[in-house]
């Protein structure tokens, strides 16, 4: 495809670098235009991006059109040579007036409602206006808006990595603070007739930034600077401009774009500007990221609140991060929206909400194979498929499905385990220990227990992460059934120090730490009270089995994590499970693990009714949102960084085990994205007591798994057939054989 982009602003170089980097690589062909203008050409340069100089624009209204028409002329001859398919642009005239004239789709974006002119120049011309969701402007049949911001083309954590070194381009200590301040030349066709501060006012606020401390830089868009500024004067390369955005205390600004830069990441700002404020800054005032004002008065008092704000900068970082959450990547979606055109637009028209899947249809869901029986695709790392193009974890639910068939034999089956675990226990307190979160599977594996006429101990392990609901839920049922709780508290610092270092890890397996927290406590507390009998919640009919590649956990592979990333160097409390200790637990002392509702014909919906009606227990909004952390990793860290949708391996279940059918599941995954709140993701990182520069470092470290670490894996490939005999007299659960030594 050949493709035209006009560029009239240095912003517009950073709205498209991204997307003509990757259209290169793909194989398409670009002719760019640009405006004559000192930075532009710096920044298409140090992109390595091939343009045309289409000249310098004037500043009055006169020299505008006589400019519009001979760069018109110009750019029509070389479009003829060119040949383009397709032109792009931001708001620009030229581009939509050459494509009318050539018959070919011209595409523009804008963001700015306040331009009076511009829509006038390119939206006859246009086939597409695509606008961010938050502009407020009325644009006609054409228009179509997409969920996210334009500084998002670049600032999106897809491509922007803040880079520490500008601190010392500036001369700054790690922890010296400092304000930056953006001044406009007030000479383009939408400044026309419109200011931002008086000169007083910048004189006033330099002196007290300074006497408060802080360093001040200053960008003048102008070609002059008043004598007074000159030594404040910005002298970095253009291209770090972001950094000293992202890293600077307080931002103030005559400039929406930077303005909205400074917002989306995290830096508090004040805006002056007597023009409208656009549909992108009300959304960032909303947020509380940006204090706009039409004029200077008012701006020393404001600018004297924030600086007296406790944690003001920590704060904004968090409150970018609810700002930008759901926001698609708008480069991604318009690689898509081109490379489809005109079927992409058609799809929008007929459902708009799939923008938000464009990320996994453009890049990792071409050219996935999807199992012919579940909906598990290649997505999962180590998936296998046979003749018939079912995956291996279909093979592992129908041999699940042999050792526990849902007839008669079941019946007897379950029978007998009832009685062993009755007689085990005749002399004790209890017979049996049920670890409970307040969930649907752990309420009603203990809820079963009961009817079945055994007498659990409930066990919980508070990682310090529970739900209102889950406490709740845990007091409720333990009382109405009459079953004793027994509660076990994490020391916060030691648990927080192992969640924190396998996020450090980057391996989808973030939530092991509490796994294998449960699974410990679980061990330990039947060892302290002599009961030989756990009973578990899972089920492979609803949950299925998680594939290797996105669920790994053993002692060792927790050691070497947390050796590797954590800060304790020695845990005194944290239940730690050694592998000696579970061969003391299981061949010595004989403590079994049983997966109860394996032997039931297990259905969520039903099993809601029950527990609602009979135990007042509440649904907690999804699956194992009972837990905070655990609510943040499935519907936002494990999707975001991993492209790992665990609603697949749960619905890959209920078709197997036939409570909804392939198409249904298809369905749900195409038509909803994994529900969130963006108050979660804010929550976590607070919590964990980590920066929002910290958390996207995290976000954009390189992917790993278990197999980057030290695990037992190979060690259990090695005893394959000592855990096969082991499973078969059902000394080990028969999953451990079946998904790790097989």
């Known amino acids: 495809m050949r493709i035209f982009i006009d560029i009239g602003h240095p912003a517009h170089v950073h709205y498209f670098r991204n997307f003509i980097k990757i259209m290169e690589a793909k194989g398409h062909t670009f002719f760019v235009s640009a405006r004559n203008r000192s930075i532009i050409h710096y920044l298409l340069e140090k992109y390595n991006i091939r343009f045309w100089d289409r000249g310098k624009g004037k500043n009055n209204i006169l020299g505008k059109i006589i400019y519009m028409l001979v760069a018109d002329i110009k750019l029509l001859q070389k479009s003829i040579k060119f040949k383009p398919d397709i032109l792009i642009s931001f708001a620009s005239p030229y581009a939509a007036q050459i494509a009318w004239v050539l018959r070919k789709p011209h595409i523009v974006f804008d963001d700015t409602e306040h331009t009076r002119f511009a829509p006038f120049l390119y939206k006859p011309f246009s086939k597409v206006i695509l606008n961010p969701s938050c502009y407020y402007k009325q644009m006609g049949r054409k228009q179509f808006r997409f969920n996210?911001?334009?500084?998002?083309?670049?600032?999106?954590?897809?491509?922007?990595?803040?880079?520490?070194?500008?601190?010392?381009?500036?001369g700054l200590n790690n922890d010296e603070k400092y304000v930056l301040l953006r001044f406009v030349s007030w000479k383009a066709l939408h400044d026309i007739g419109h200011t931002g501060l008086d000169f007083d006012v910048k004189e006033e606020l330099i002196n007290l930034f300074e006497k408060k401390g802080y360093r001040v830089f200053i960008s003048n868009e102008a070609e002059k600077t008043e004598p007074f500024l000159e030594k404040y004067l910005l002298k970095i390369p253009p291209e770090f401009m972001h950094d000293v955005l992202k890293y600077a205390y307080l931002f103030i600004s005559e400039s929406g774009t930077m303005a909205s830069e400074a917002a989306i990441l995290g830096t508090p700002v004040v805006y002056i500007n007597s023009l409208p404020l656009m549909g992108y800054l009300q959304e960032e005032q909303k947020h509380g990221l940006l204090y706009p004002f039409s004029s200077s008065f008012g701006v020393i008092k404001k600018v004297e609140e924030l600086l007296s704000f406790p944690d003001l900068k920590k704060t904004c970082q968090t409150r970018s991060q609810t700002l930008l959450f759901g926001k698609i990547d708008p480069t991604g979606f318009l690689i898509w929206f081109v490379e489809e055109y005109p079927t992409s637009l058609k799809i929008l028209h007929k459902d708009p909400e799939y923008q938000i899947r464009v990320k996994s249809e453009n890049s990792k869901d071409k050219g996935l194979k999807i199992c012919s029986r579940c909906i598990l695709d290649t997505t999962v790392s180590d998936i296998l498929f046979d003749e018939k193009g079912e995956c291996q974890y279909c093979k592992i639910h129908d041999e699940m499905e042999r050792l526990h068939p849902l007839d008669n034999s079941s019946k007897q089956g379950i029978n007998e385990l009832v009685a062993k675990i009755k007689y085990h226990g005749r002399k004790k307190p209890y017979d049996c220990i049920v670890g409970v979160s307040g969930g649907r599977d752990s309420t009603y594996t203990l809820y079963t227990a009961?009817?079945?006429?055994?007498?659990?101990?409930?066990?919980?392990?508070?990682?310090?992460?529970?739900t209102e609901i889950s406490v709740k839920n845990i007091k409720k049922i333990c009382e109405k059934l009459n079953v004793p709780l027994y509660t076990i508290v994490a020391d916060w610092e030691e648990f927080k120090d192992l969640q924190i270092a396998f996020l450090k890890a980057s391996t989808p397996d973030a939530d092991i730490p509490t796994d294998y927290a449960i699974y410990s406590v679980l061990y330990e507390v039947a060892y302290k009270e002599g009961i030989r009998y756990i009973l578990n919640g899972h089920s492979f009919r609803t949950e299925g089995t998680s594939p290797i590649s996105w669920t790994y956990m053993d002692p060792l592979y927790v050691s070497s994590v947390h050796k590797r990333f954590g800060e304790i160097k020695r845990f005194k409390s944290f239940p730690h499970m050694t592998f000696v200790k579970l061969i003391w637990f299981l061949f010595v002392k004989g403590i079994r693990e049983i997966r109860l509702l394996e032997y039931i014909d297990y259905r969520q919906k039903e099993a809601d009714q029950i527990l609602m009606s009979e135990l007042d227990w509440e649904y907690y909004g999804g699956h194992h949102h009972e837990n905070m952390y655990t609510k943040f990793f499935q519907s936002y860290y494990l999707p975001t960084k991993f492209y790992i949708d665990k609603r697949k391996t749960e619905l890959s279940a209920l078709i197997r085990s036939g409570q909804i059918n392939r198409e249904e599941a298809l369905k749900e995954i195409k038509s909803n994205s994994y529900k969130n709140e963006p108050e979660t993701v804010a929550y976590a990182i607070s919590k964990l007591g980590i920066t929002q520069e910290e958390f996207n470092k995290i976000m954009n470290e390189p992917i790993k798994s278990h197999s980057d670490y030290h695990t037992y894996l190979e060690l259990m490939h090695i005893l394959k057939w000592p855990i096969k005999i082991a499973a078969r007299f059902k000394l080990v659960p028969q999953i451990m054989y079946l998904k790790y030594a097989k």
């Open 450 to 466: 009961v009817k079945l006429g055994l007498r659990p101990l409930a066990v919980h392990f508070d990682n310090g992460w529970n």
């Open 148 to 170: 996210s911001f334009t500084e998002l083309f670049y600032l999106h954590t897809n491509y922007y990595i803040p880079n520490h070194e500008v601190l010392s381009l500036l």
